[in-house]
């Protein structure tokens, strides 16, 4: 059945796929919703990051709008001051675990991090909240690309496409604060088996991992 | 009656009168029942055991030897029962190795019944007092705990013999809809720690069609301070094995699991032979008591996850994946274990379900309150006389378990909180102590059921100490994936450990308050949500202890160690005993010119062993709190 | 930590026997790597190698199961071990008092194997011996109500010599 629903989001009626995640059916139509760990091409999402959350009228919390299905009739807002707050909560928490270097950055303008600064307003800064830099020395084995794990945001998009282009080269270790994008043993990329297809480089948000100055054989599009 | 509940029937009366006679066999003779449970093992009950089996032999007394559970009487361990034709059964208590050849000597080649170590009598007799006149017993009421002690957690048989599988035997002559009807009607909810009711969880199992369903034993019990799920796994597994028996024969399923941390080798070696025992007696298998049913149960051991006791990390665990949670809905009742419908309890509510179907839900729900039927069961420790295990009914009040079960505090100190429900939980201060606890009420207060684990903390015990402890657990035990838990708990852990090291901000407290807001309403899952609680409750109770850490860097139950410093007082000095300096492991004490002992705060590790070691009719050594109290201190004396 | 040679051909072989005792799914993934290190004492690379073969299953998938729990080592462990019970009874009964005496003796941190692999040096969480805190267990023994000085005593027992200013030989 590929039936299609009509709800309101932001006062806007919608009419989108039956089953589509209302963060999806948002941004399709324009509207914004911050957001870093979602993947359309996931059946089951994350919702890791804690960046997208909504108001639902007659839900008492706000939820994520990358999991929640949509419904016909459902009356959605993207902006409240629970959400705002949640939404600034979230990204000051990322933000103090993410080595601020805009200047220097290869993903400055990019960068997703700033996008949501700019959408929201938030400080690029980390204001209340101790900085918790992790000191992970940075990965330049690869000739393709380069790893800085003190940027990463833990949102998965690396990990996915490089199991998608069938390498399984990086995935998460550790648990809690320890946890961590890295190879099998924590090995360098150039000795990890990473056949250098760049895609993981394409699909970070931010400037983790970033392309170095080649021509990437698998330049996809950047999100 | 159909064919398959006469077959049930009498398959069922034929195990009934096997276990009779293995029981009749046992009480020819003396019984001594030894408890062998990690508490008892921890406490030298496996010498106890060698020592009663060697004297035995040694004074040719027939007896039998065998190796029960834990009664909860955690705090008199090792415990040993003797049961002798002419006697009341005695419990024994604080039982060591000479105490148990003076029994078999004693008591058993003699007539002497050795009542100088007896705990009671478990009957009313003419001897001595039945331990039903201890002022607990008023409170206590046993339904999952009645048999563990009491009975061979190793023998089916046993537990058979005390009306064991009669349960399963009621449930398989009923529709599975009649099952979760009555477990519906009883109102359980389950003990896991959220307090849902568990007939509806099984009712949407049910009726989810699916070519396969699972039902699992949450057995992970991993709030550091609780040992309920252990020990009754330990000292009675084929009740809960039973109860998930019937679980799956309510909701149609054919595989299960018990999912146990690694971290109780002795219940998982129990489970296991529980598990091979009903397989041999024909309860578990194809066509369980011949009634058409047919299940099978593994045993899985969680390698060491606090979040795995959530349950969708704990599926993700047994598919083996990382213990990592998945957002819900669907809720695993639905869609959980490789997607089809799975029901997950805890321990203890699936030990309620066989008496529930033996006796019925209007019998169940007489005991407790009418939000929370039934009994609580939980882990006495801290600062208590009793430490060690209970069940009291739904409704009954803190005070009623710290005094009348727990004997009150130790050493005539001062009672100062109780933390219950561990990590998830919080800390209820004296003005809580008449409130009558149950799923709704503590909730109220900031505090939680959680798992059941209470810890009785006194007026040496620093609440900012408390909950930065477990923030520090929770922090640690993260899966790490979501954002608010991962980055947020470990924003609090440092905030509270700079308090309680004298680095805390005015603003601090604040801040701890709106991130803990935050928190408990942006996590995924209930690991989350829930790690604040400590914070939120000692702020609302107990302000002025971090107020004093932050304004005055004062540690005001002289507990946090870079807040202290040890001094000992010249004019109690006994200057001649020494016994200090011996005790300190970094020779920090030194003589002075008056041979007074003196501690060089520069080497002092802040061990403790010395105020342990004065000796108490001089209580020289004391601690301070700001530590620069000790150079006025010096000062003043010179 | 670098393997010999002996090391890896030993943990090859050792998995490779353990594996067909199970059919092979990817639920069998924790189980296996539970009888690994119950034969190993702990989990190396070459051994994940191996499971990762027989499950059709990346290394990267095995080493992100093997680093998420907390059972599983890395390395090997001590020929002693000795686990600090950390949970909730012993922390209130002095717990990390008993954990800074071991790290103090032994002169390593949680986590770490003494150079000469004698001792490993663990915390862990509630063993459900919370009346007798503060504990350690040692090998799989229970010690209850752990004192400093039980610590040196204990160490004594093992034949470590002890100098008062701390440290071993
Ligand atoms: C972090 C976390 C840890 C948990 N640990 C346990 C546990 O150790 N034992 C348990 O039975 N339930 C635990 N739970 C609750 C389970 O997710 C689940 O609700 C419970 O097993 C359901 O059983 P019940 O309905 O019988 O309570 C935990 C939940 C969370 C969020
Ligand atoms: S490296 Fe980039 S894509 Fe990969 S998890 Fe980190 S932030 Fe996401
Ligand atoms: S709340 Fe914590 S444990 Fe739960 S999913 Fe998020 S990070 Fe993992
Ligand atoms: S996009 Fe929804 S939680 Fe990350
Ligand atoms: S807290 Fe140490 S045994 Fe329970």
Known sequence: MSGEVTLTIDGREITVREGEKLLWAALDNGIYIPHLCADRKEEKPDAACRLCFVEIEGRPQPVTACSEPVAAGMVVNTRSERVDRLAGTAFELLLSSHRLDCGKCAANRSCALQKIARERKFKLKVTRLRTLDRNLPVDDSSPVVTYDPNKCVLCGHCVRACRRQGGGVLGFAGRGFERRVTTFGGASLAAAGCSGCGACAAACPVGALTAKNVRLPNAGAKR | MSKENQAVSAAYAGLQQKAALVRQSRHEKPLLLVGTATCGLAAGAAAVLKTIKEELARQKVEATVLEAGCMGHCYAEPLVIVYKPGFPPILYGYVTEGIASRLVIDFLAGDDPCLEFALGALEENEFLPALSDFPRFGVEQKIILENCGLIDPENIMDYIAHDGYAGLARALQLEPAAVVAEIKASGLRGRGGAGFPTGRKWETCLGTPADEKYVICNADEGDPGAFMDRTIMESNPHLVLEGLIIAARAVGADRGYVYVRAEYPLAVKRLALAVEQARQCGLLGENILGGGFGFEVEVFQGSGAFVCGEETALIASIEGEPGIPRHRPPFPAAAGLYGRPTVIDNVKTLSFIPSIINRGADWFKSTGTPGSPGTAVFALAGKLVNTGLTEVPMGTTLNQVVYDVGSGIPKGKKFKAVQIGGPSGGCLPESALDMPIDFDSLSGAGAMMGSGGMVVLDEDDCMVEIARFFLDFTQKESCGKCTMCRLGTRQMLDILEDITRGRGRPEDIDLLLSLAEDIKAGSLCGLGKTAPNPVLSTIRYFRDEYEAHINEKRCPSLMCQELIAFYILPEKCERSCDACVGSCPVEAIYNNADRIKVIDQQKCVKCNSCVDACPPQYRAVIKLSPPELVAEREKENK | ?169
């Open chain 3, 1 to 169: 930590m670098e393997l010999t040679d002996q090391e890896i051909t030993t943990s090859r072989e050792e998995t490779k026997k353990i594996l067909p005792q199970y059919p092979g799914r990817r639920g069998d993934l924790i189980p296996i790597l539970q009888k690994v290190q119950e034969k190993l004492g702990y989990v190396p690379a070459p051994a994940m190698e191996e499971v990762a073969a027989y499950l059709g299953i990346t290394p990267m998938d095995v080493y992100s199961v093997v680093t998420f729990y907390n059972q599983f080592r890395l390395s090997p462990p001590g020929k002693r071990q000795i686990n600090v019970c950390m949970g909730t009874a012993c922390h209130m009964r002095g717990g990390n008092i008993i954990l800074d005496s071991w790290k103090r003796r032994l002169k390593i941190d949680v986590g770490q194997v003494t150079p000469d692999r004698e001792f490993s040096l663990e915390r862990v969480a509630c063993v459900g011996c919370c009346t007798m805190a503060p504990v350690t267990v040692i090998d799989g023994e229970v010690h209850p109500k752990v004192t400093p000085t039980r610590v040196d005593g204990l160490l004594f027992s093992f034949g470590m010599k002890i100098e008062k200013e701390g440290g071993k030989h």
